[in-house]
């Protein structure tokens, strides 16, 4: 009897691992890949939550493997190159860092054209969708978004206050609209990804960066810079910058179903919304970061705001002329993202 019980024993012990094993080969770690250190707010609050969440909807069977600060090797602007070659299966990325790759999406960084991030993501989103998907051939979107606004940053505590103060400052910008916005302002833009800017302000490279508040602590700037200067309460912000989690293609199509499932779940226009907004509700305390250091924070009056609008207006004819050489419609590209962010970033 002994002989037998622990045969079948051994038997059910057999069964239950010929059962499991399947289960756990089916366990997906993702390798995400992205340039802003580990203790980001973009790491922290945005990409590894959505690790968490996409861990706990599928049992652990999805799981991230995070790289941060580019240890994958690379450049900031060779992280959507890595994504749809399989270097990373998936990567979250400013696509405009690599300069005339995205001119459709990229109507979201023309000049005072979003007021938060959370509305503005969820315009973009919609507008990627409709307009712009053959611009992520290779990928899989599973997000979109834009960040709060980019404010200006500057080594000066006399700070800027008009637009003659801007001329011949070298401001660093994110993107190529950024450096034509700044260049019709009549600073000299310098175009270089977040995380060089800390060591160019502080070793005068560059007199100001153009950066959003989130990416203040990140960037060290409540300490590098003595002056801050933010466009009224409700008013479009100076500039933008557009960035994308996106995932191998082949990589999401070789998951089971039910993964694809977790995946689509946690992707689309509520998770773009949601990335947006971690970047709203930072900007209360890196406010206050900067102001208890001391540094002095101006808003541009409502007359230089017409200024500087006026300034900057040739720049969106630009971008349709632009974008319709390359055979897209520019204008009713620029009449849609118009409308959706009037839809909603109310």
């Known amino acids: 009897m002994r002989i037998r019980s622990a045969f079948r024993l051994a038997a059910a012990a057999a069964l239950a691992a010929g059962t499991l094993a399947p289960a756990m080969a089916q366990q997906v770690v993702l390798k995400v890949h992205h340039f802003l250190a580990g203790t980001s707010n973009a790491q922290l609050n945005i990409i590894q939550p959505w690790c968490d969440k996409i861990a706990k909807d599928s049992g652990d069977r999805l799981k991230c493997q995070i790289y941060p600060s580019m240890q994958l090797g690379g450049t900031p602007a060779q992280l959507f190159d890595q994504a749809r070659d399989g270097v990373a299966d998936i990567v979250w990325t400013l696509p405009t860092y690599s300069a005339g790759r995205f001119l459709k999406s990229e109507v979201f960084e023309l000049p005072f054209f979003t007021r938060s991030g959370k509305g503005s993501s969820q315009a973009f989103w919609q507008y ?17 978004h834009t960040n709060d606004g980019s404010s200006f940053h500057l080594t000066s505590a006399k700070g800027v206050k008009t637009m003659e103060d801007l001329k011949g400052l070298k401001i660093r910008s994110a993107t190529r609209l950024n450096s034509k916005m700044l260049a019709a302002l009549g600073a000299t833009p310098v175009q270089m990804p977040l995380p060089a800017v800390p060591e160019a302000m502080s070793k005068g490279v560059i007199d100001g960066a153009m950066v959003p508040w989130e990416g203040v602590p990140q960037a060290k700037l409540q300490e590098v810079a003595k002056s801050h200067l933010d466009v009224p309460p409700g008013q479009p912000k100076f500039a933008n910058s557009i960035f994308a989690f996106v995932m191998n293609q082949a990589k999401y199509d070789s998951l089971p179903a039910d993964l694809k499932k977790v995946i689509d779940k946690n992707s689309g226009i509520e998770a773009s919304a949601l990335a947006g907004e971690k970047f ?5 305390p890196n406010h206050k970061l900067a102001t208890d250091r001391g540094n002095q924070v101006f808003t541009l009056s409502p007359a230089e705001i017409a200024r500087w609008t006026k300034a900057t207006a040739d720049i969106d004819d630009q971008w349709v002329k632009e974008v319709s050489a390359k055979g897209a ?15 909603y970033d109310k």
């Open 329 to 343: 419609n520019g204008a009713a590209l620029l009449e849609n993202a118009r409308a959706l962010i009037k839809q």
């Open 128 to 144: 990627v969708q409709k307009n712009a998907l053959d611009e992520y051939a290779g990928v899989k979107p599973l997000w979109v």
């Open 280 to 284: 709203d509700v930072v900007v209360g």
